[in-house]
């Protein structure tokens, strides 16, 4: 499970978080309350959530898929929705990410 800051401007809203999916991984997409649950690609779960201004993400990769193309067409869709769903870039993420982690 990954947990992300949300940029300044981006609503910590669940309806938000549902239409970024949606746009992000064509397909059925389940809601119980406030928690988001797809499948896409080489992820067979992709669990979505926000608590405390944070978006929580939780996926389970599918090990049965080994077409390059298409974990590579994954790993973009999900890198596009953590920026439309954060407004951070995966460089900023990553800064965020180690900034948490040093504790500045």
């Known amino acids: 499970m990954q947990q992300y800051k949300l940029k300044r ?15 992000c991984f064509p397909g059925k997409i389940s809601r119980d309350a406030e928690i988001l649950e797809t499948s896409y690609g080489a992820m067979s779960k992709i669990k979505v959530w926000i608590d405390n201004k944070m978006l929580f993400v939780d996926t389970v990769s599918d090990k049965t898929v080994t077409d390059d193309e298409i974990i590579l ?13 954060t407004g951070y870039t995966a460089k900023e993420r990553v800064k965020n990410a180690k900034k948490e982690v040093g504790g500045e």
């Open 73 to 85: 067409q994954t790993n973009k869709a999900f890198r596009d929705f953590l920026y439309k769903a």
């Open 9 to 23: 401007g981006f609503k910590p809203d669940i309806d938000r978080i549902y239409s970024v999916m949606e746009e």
